[in-house]
């Protein structure tokens, strides 16, 4: 049976949403329950690697239908390199590097790696497979950007050149640009987020996975162990977080200019010890406060939902 959100709770997302000095949106939803709290919910905000969820659920999709197998051989080349944070391009030499459906997967969900995400992008049939995937599986408020090179060069104001690959020419070419060019097109990426969703339309989404809507339930098992395993963000969401909850979860951290940073994210699947499970997204689309601060936020939302939930 459907409760009423929890009054504290509502006030406390309401309080930390009001009182953060920057642009952003927080959403919490009760998946057992169905109700919902929101600062902001609805406004779409940048993504950057929290879109690599929806990746993660087209590879598994793509599983589940006998298109894909995580132990299918891929070759990533070093064509395939995208920019900034991509360990995998340490491996990737004049030959290639041979590695697997599954280790990609791992790789961008766990260590938020650009290029690992960019090649599964294309291996599921790229943006617009992801776009269609989930219109029809009723994630709604949730866009899919371009991939990751064009993505990051269009915020920039720049348009990517395959020679960029592995990210050097493209930061020399941002490096060349005056403050205004970049101030310019930063902007125009946050007021229409190339990539951009809703921090509702977010839990929605993860509510619909855990619940095995979107995929089949080994799937989700598999999908939601990785988010688990993830290496980023330790400081944010999880760190509100008190023992025995548990916390899937994926980031997204955008580009800075000056002391504006943009897209800083986490977005997962809280779970109580008694089994409780709530989806929740916090997403800051630009401010000015420091790393300390924002983590705090977070940490902040995931207190204020463990505080309101065992009383």
Known sequence: M???????????????????????????????????????GDRP??????????VGIAVMAA??????????????????????????????????????????????????????NDVLLWKVGGPDAIRRLLAARGVAGVGFGPG????????????WRPEWAGGGGFLQARAAMSYEARSKALQRYLDDPYDGATANGITLGLSLLADNKLLSPASTRHLLA????????????KSGLKPGWTLAHKTGTGQDLG??????????????PDGRRYAVAVMIASTREPIPVRMRLMGDVSRAIVATTTR
């Open 226 to 237: 990785l988010m688990r395993a993830s290496r980023t963000g330790p400081l944010r969401l």
């Open 148 to 159: 990751e090179r064009e993505l990051q060069a269009r915020t920039a104001g720049l348009r």
């Open 63 to 116: 599983v589940d239908e006998g298109r894909l197998s995580l132990a299918d051989p891929v070759v990533v080349k070093r064509s395939d390199l995208t920019l900034f944070h991509q360990p995998i391009r340490a491996k990737v030499g004049t030959e290639g590097y041979r590695t697997t459906i599954g280790e990609l997967l791992q790789g961008a969900m766990t260590l938020s790696d650009n290029t690992c």
């Open 259 to 272: 002391t504006l940073s943009t897209g800083y994210n986490d977005v997962g699947l809280l779970v109580a």
């Open 2 to 40: 459907r409760r009423e959100a929890p009054a504290d709770l509502l006030n406390s997302v309401q309080a930390l949403g009001g009182a953060f000095k920057g642009q952003v949106a927080i959403a919490v939803r009760d998946i057992d329950q169905g109700w919902s709290v929101a600062w902001n």
């Open 45 to 54: 905000h940048p993504q950057q690697s929290v879109s690599k969820l929806w």
